[in-house]
């Protein structure tokens, strides 16, 4: 039976789901190398763990929540890392990474029989803070089952994929699809006020008719107010998603007509230095493009 969990990652995503796993009774050693988002954990009922070879060998879960895949293997297959040392049931890997990272540490964790499900989510810091993450899961079906009672606590809506690294490739198209539909916003309402009418007008119309969609929900007030400077979804996380997609298309022979713009787009908002910004002030680099204006703060 599962009671304490090791919590690796406790930022805008970890720290809501840390919040509902102490909710649903999970004890949780919490570990980031940001010593503020520590304690925010802690505050929430969490215990500070200092070393991840410690709390891997005294815990009977691991969840992690991490921002790259190179981040996530030395945390994984490092000497002073997680499966070196574990001595519990499974893995569980809620960041978005690549599918060829996931197999390879899939592969080492089950050589020494441990667990490892991909499981990234959807819905932002809102929906880990509520509880009510999409979670997508890959790996191995048993594991997935003894493993539900954890992922329930922290999502609404569970979703078995398959193999090891199925999961991230449904994330990685997803999100492929969140930015391209940014952008379309984008473009729309610099159309339409081009032609003198308002944004909010348009996306309340759009709201209410076949094009209304999560992301004009979520991330359309961020357009249609200008703010860039508080983000949902930071632009540097969504780029990196555009480029292991980008990456895993091609390693499947799949050619990126409107992934590639998308993510050129992304690209030159980042060389603007613009990766701590909500992921939709891409819309800026249409801005700039189109000698258009979007409201402003």
């Not at 509880?131 to 089952?145: P, S």
Request: net charge negative.
């Amino acid at each position: 039976m599962i009671k304490k969990v090791g919590f690796f990652g406790c930022g805008a995503m970890g720290k809501g789901m840390i919040k509902n796993l102490l909710k649903a009774g999970y004890e949780i050693i919490a570990y980031d190398v940001s010593e503020d988002a520590v304690k925010q954990a802690v505050e929430s009922g969490a215990t500070a763990g200092m070393d991840p070879a410690v709390i891997a060998s005294n815990v009977d879960a691991v969840i992690s929540s991490l921002p790259s895949p190179v981040i996530v293997k030395e945390l994984m297959l490092g000497d002073n890392g997680i499966i070196a040392n574990l001595k519990s049931n499974f893995i569980l890997d809620m960041s978005t990474i690549d599918p060829g990272t996931v197999k390879e540490i899939y592969s080492v964790a089950k050589e020494k029989g441990i667990g490892f499900l991909d499981c990234p989510v959807s819905g932002g810091p809102g929906g880990a803070d509520a509880g009510t993450l999409a979670i997508m899961v890959g790996g191995d079906e048993r594991v997935y089952e003894e493993a539900k009672p954890l992922l329930n606590a922290m999502g609404r809506n569970i979703f078995y994929i398959g193999e090891s690294g199925t999961a991230q490739v449904v994330k990685l198209c997803h999100n492929m699809i969140v930015a391209a539909n940014a952008l379309a916003l984008g473009e729309a309402f610099l159309t339409g006020s081009k032609a003198g009418l308002q944004p909010r007008v348009m996306a309340e119309v759009i709201s209410k008719s076949v094009g209304r969609s999560g992301v004009l929900e979520v991330f359309g007030p961020k357009i249609l107010n200008g703010d860039y400077e508080n983000p949902v979804f930071m632009l540097k996380h969504m780029y990196k998603d555009m480029d292991l997609f980008i990456k895993f298309a091609a390693a499947v022979n799949m050619p990126t007509f409107l992934g590639g713009l998308v993510h050129a787009f992304y690209r030159s908002a980042m060389l603007q230095d613009k990766g701590n910004h909500d992921h939709t002030v891409v819309c800026k680099v249409l801005e700039q493009l189109s000698a258009g204006n979007l409201p402003s703060k």
